[in-house]
């Protein structure tokens, strides 16, 4: 009997990253040999049967594309049951059995009551002589898989939902841009973003940006905020600027909205000269950023895998989703009515009950907003003084990481000595209290403002070191493996509690998922590459040899390959051997035959101690016998360049809020010891502090041990989502078939 089919459709709003996650689950299919189906304008497309059968080639070119390219429309006829039942027919007629749905929860919602109806529409439809005997022993069940695309990341239950990070992206952008014009006027601006029913957006944006103040509908402000909120402006005098960011669906506590216009009087009326932006649309158009792409490809392909198993058999409805950065799948209508709950509480003022749900994160970021929106340091009981420098190459966020300590120190009272030049500064005593106020742009800035080298902290200059930090209470240290190993040589005298937060675009450090820097660069990878594969979209068939960095860690190789598309990468991790390397070059020459016009192939910078960019790049083109015509580029600093994303920018606000509250139990300690000088790490879930002397690590290759690489179980995905598969063709007299 032949497979059952497998259908997609985008419904209600669009977003960036569908197109990533419709490509995944249909070249996912694709290679399994499963029936595919596109359902054109969403639901509409459902009723009307605007259906049409999908194969690999066809989403070639759309992973760096915003919106959805299957379409979305809002459908009036999909409410109503004879709309259903229509709808029903044309799944029936095609022996689809798997509805695969990217949407919000109202479309979410409307495949779940589908789902219920099914049974009768499916006999209905029989007797009434509309569908065959034969269909419909393949469509005995309807099997819900859903993924959730939208900016406003509203889905109880999940961390991140499709396009959220591109939209951050747009916000922070804007916000950049609009800093320098408000700065050079002495302006206040008021940014309105998306999010009726969810301030996530507006409150991470208020992270990632030199934000005074953020209005978010989780969380009104209390009654009298206009004087609350005209007394902050008013005590930031030192800025040059100051900026509001609003949700669109800002209330106060009697559940009045809170628009722009109104925030604007009575500032104005404050005497401060304001400015209203409202963002709009533009929050969801343009290309979804890497992180985006690679959501989309890792929910695709694991919601096609689930469809597969439902081919055979009835699978509970679910919500494929990703939380601590692993996928899962959350039931569909307990994680709905969760979502649901959130709108009901907002109307009963049960402001409390609504963060709860939206987890305790949530909760943890406002507490954050606010202690950065200090300008000045706060009167304290106690002052000490934290020391910070940066070790080792320069990376995004670091300038964002010094700032969120100087302010969250200034919150309690302290202050912070920046040490410039590193190691060099440590030991020489060039260093400076940095204000709030002199440091309210870093964030926005890359690159390390106050240095960074890579010497460190060795047995033969801890002498001086050890001068410098009797002035400190505390040291907090940003870097890669250079600031490692200067911890080591620390936690033998261990003089204060010492914290490294890991900041390097290899993201090779022990103890933490995510370095500071790591997001930023992939971003600046796939940036580079688009435009690469556009200076090739109107010349012959070419392939692309490209170096990345990444020292002795293939992360960035990795997941750069899959927002690229890259049709193979090579990695430390698995070293690459000749046979390998033709047997690749014979897979992009079967692709280039079969349609398409362009390869990219990715390595790391030290995947091979022999096999470098020119011989790979020679390799290709003598096993291609010119088929095509390949190139090779070294995308070298670039990567370490441009503004810090706004996860990044988030990741550095939260590392330095961890640092403190840690900090706070160390300091009532009378000594210390090798356990205090720790690596600030996210795990999963987790926040993790773990001693230097403890970390699992190759202090050789500078890399963590392999089996503590989460992102190493991403590599699979590449072949099935950038390489066709195989021809099958039948054995001449037999009908079996073979693969070619």
């Known amino acids: 009997m032949a497979s059952s089919g497998v259908a997609i459709l985008t419904s209600g709003g669009d977003a960036p990253g569908m197109n990533a996650a419709v490509r995944a689950v249909i070249r996912y299919l694709a290679h399994e040999r499963v029936p595919v189906f596109a359902i054109q304008e969403g639901y509409s497309g459902l009723?009307?049967?605007?259906?049409?059968?999908?194969?690999?080639?066809?989403?070639?070119?759309?992973?760096?594309?915003?919106?959805?390219?299957?379409?979305?429309?809002?459908?009036?006829?999909?409410?109503?049951?004879?709309?259903?039942?229509?709808?029903?027919?044309?799944?029936?007629?095609?022996?689809?059995?798997?509805?695969?749905?990217?949407?919000?929860?109202?479309?979410?919602?409307?495949?779940?009551?589908?789902?219920?109806?099914?049974?009768?529409?499916?006999?209905?439809?029989?007797?009434?002589?509309?569908?065959?005997?034969e269909d419909v022993k393949y469509c005995s069940h309807l099997n819900i898989i859903g993924m959730v695309g939208s900016i406003d990341n509203d889905l109880c239950g999940t961390d991140m939902t499709i396009g959220t990070d591109s939209a951050l992206h747009r916000i922070v952008d804007a916000i950049d841009c609009l800093a320098s014009t408000a700065a050079s006027h002495m302006?206040?601006?008021?940014?309105?973003?998306?999010?009726?029913?969810?301030?996530?957006?507006?409150?991470?944006?208020?992270?990632?940006?030199?934000?005074?103040?953020?209005?978010?509908?989780?969380?009104?402000?209390?009654?009298?905020?206009?004087?609350?909120?005209?007394?902050?402006?008013?005590?930031?005098?030192?800025?040059?600027?100051?900026?509001?960011?609003?949700?669109?669906?800002?209330?106060?506590?009697?559940?009045?909205?809170?628009?722009?216009?109104?925030?604007?009087?009575?500032?104005?009326?404050?005497?401060?000269?304001?400015?209203?932006?409202?963002?709009?649309?533009?929050?969801?158009?343009?290309?979804?950023t890497a992180f985006d792409r690679i959501l989309g490809s890792r929910l695709?392909?694991?919601?096609?895998?689930?469809?597969?198993?439902?081919?055979?058999?009835?699978?509970?409805?679910?919500?494929?989703?990703?939380?601590n950065n692993e996928i899962i799948k959350l039931p569909l209508m307990e994680a709905i009515e969760k979502t649901l709950s959130v709108k009901e509480l907002f109307r009963s003022k049960q402001w409390d009950k609504a963060q709860e749900l939206r987890g305790s994160r949530f909760s943890k970021k406002i507490a954050i907003c606010r202690m950065m929106a200090v300008s000045e340091i706060k009167p304290h009981e106690t002052h000490r003084t934290v020391g910070v420098l940066c070790i080792g190459a320069p990376a995004p966020g670091m300038n964002s990481g010094i700032r969120a300590l100087v302010k969250i120190a200034a919150y309690h009272g302290d202050t912070v000595k920046v040490f410039y030049e590193g190691v060099h500064g440590l030991i020489s005593g060039n260093c400076k209290v940095v204000t709030p106020a002199e440091c309210e742009v870093w964030g926005m800035i890359g690159g390390c403002a106050i240095g960074a080298s890579r010497k460190t902290i060795t047995d033969e200059n801890i002498g001086f070191v050890m001068e410098q930090l009797?002035?400190?209470?505390?040291?907090?240290?940003?870097?890669?493996?250079?600031?490692?190993?200067?911890?080591?040589?620390?936690?033998?005298?261990?003089?204060?509690?010492?914290?490294i937060i890991p900041a390097t675009i290899s993201n090779n450090v022990p103890g933490s998922d995510f370095s500071l820097g790591c997001d930023t660069g992939l971003n600046s990878i796939v940036r580079a590459v688009d435009s690469i594969k556009q200076s090739a979209a109107s010349t012959r068939k070419r392939v692309f040899i490209l170096e990345l960095m990444g020292g002795n860690c293939g992360y960035l190789t990795v997941m750069s390959g899959i927002a690229c598309g890259a049709d193979a990468v090579y990695i430390p991790e698995n070293q690459v051997k000749i046979d390998e390397l033709q047997a690749d070059a014979s897979k992009v020459i079967d692709k280039m035959e079969r349609g398409v016009h362009r390869g990219i192939i990715m390595r790391n910078e030290y995947s091979s101690p022999n096999y470098k960019n020119d011989f790979v790049a020679a390799l290709y083109a003598e096993e291609g016998a010119g088929k095509y015509v390949v190139r090779d580029n070294i995308l070298g600093h670039i990567q370490q360049g441009y503004s810090p994303s706004p996860f990044d920018r988030c990741m550095a606000a939260q590392f330095a809020s961890k640092v403190y509250r840690n900090l706070e139990k160390r300091l009532v300690q009378e000594s210390f010891t090798s356990e205090d000088v720790v690596v600030v790490g996210v795990i999963g879930s987790n926040t993790l502090f773990t001693p230097v002397t403890k970390l699992e690590m190759n202090k050789e290759l500078r890399v963590p041990t392999k089996s503590s690489l989460r992102w190493l179980e991403l590599k699979?995905?590449?072949?099935?989502?950038?390489?066709?598969?195989?021809?099958?063709?039948?054995?001449?007299?037999?009908g079996e078939k073979i693969e070619d």
Not at 74 to 87: I, L, M, S, V, Y
Not at 304 to 315: C, D, P, R, S
Not at 476 to 496: D, N, Q, R, W
Not at 723 to 734: D, F, S, T, Y
């Open 187 to 288: 302006r206040t601006f008021i940014i309105e973003v998306m999010g009726r029913h969810c301030g996530y957006l507006a409150l991470i944006s208020a992270l990632a940006a030199p934000c005074d103040w953020v209005f978010v509908p989780e969380c009104p402000p209390v009654p009298g905020w206009e004087g609350d909120l005209v007394k902050q402006m008013q005590g930031s005098n030192t800025k040059r600027f100051k900026l509001v960011i609003i949700a669109e669906g800002a209330v106060d506590r009697e559940g009045n909205a809170i628009k722009a216009d109104y925030v604007k009087k009575v500032l104005s009326d404050a005497g401060e000269d304001v400015r209203v932006t409202v963002l709009g649309h533009v929050q969801r158009g343009g290309q979804p």
């Open 47 to 133: 009723c009307s049967d605007n259906i049409i059968p999908m194969e690999w080639f066809d989403v070639m070119g759309i992973l760096s594309r915003g919106g959805t390219k299957i379409g979305t429309a809002r459908c009036a006829e999909f409410k109503e049951r004879a709309g259903r039942k229509d709808a029903a027919r044309n799944l029936i007629r095609r022996r689809i059995n798997s509805l695969i749905v990217i949407g919000g929860d109202g479309s979410l919602t409307g495949a779940s009551i589908f789902r219920t109806e099914w049974t009768g529409f499916v006999k209905e439809l029989q007797e009434e002589g509309k569908v065959g005997d």
């Open 300 to 323: 695709g392909c694991e919601a096609a895998k689930h469809a597969v198993e439902g081919l055979t058999k009835e699978i509970s409805p679910c919500i494929v989703s990703l939380k």
């Open 470 to 499: 009797k002035t400190l209470d505390a040291l907090v240290i940003l870097g890669g493996f250079e600031a490692i190993f200067s911890s080591l040589t620390l936690a033998k005298v261990a003089p204060l509690p010492i914290y």
């Open 716 to 734: 699979p995905l590449i072949p099935i989502l950038s390489l066709p598969p195989p021809i099958v063709k039948p054995i001449v007299g037999q």
